[in-house]
């Protein structure tokens, strides 16, 4: 993630760490919103989903099974 687009996803390991949490799925992780009823975000393009999910348990977001 590059340039702006890194920006809108920065939150997911920085001021909203605590509103997300990568979940185990397959080989890598799926961010996963806490609660009652947690949603699944969902990226267009590999790359930056690649990315978000290599951040997130780096800034130390716990990684949980499902």
């Known amino acids: 993630m590059t340039g702006s687009s890194s920006v809108g996803y920065a939150a997911l390991w920085t ?19 806490r609660g009652p009823a947690p949603s ?3 990226t267009r393009h590999e790359e930056p989903a690649e990315r978000i999910v290599a951040r997130m348990p780096a800034a ?3 990684v949980v099974a499902p």
């Open 15 to 33: 001021t909203d760490r605590d509103a997300r949490v990568p979940e185990r799925a397959g080989d890598g992780c799926l961010p996963l919103s």
């Open 60 to 62: 130390g977001v716990e």
């Open 40 to 42: 699944c975000l969902v």
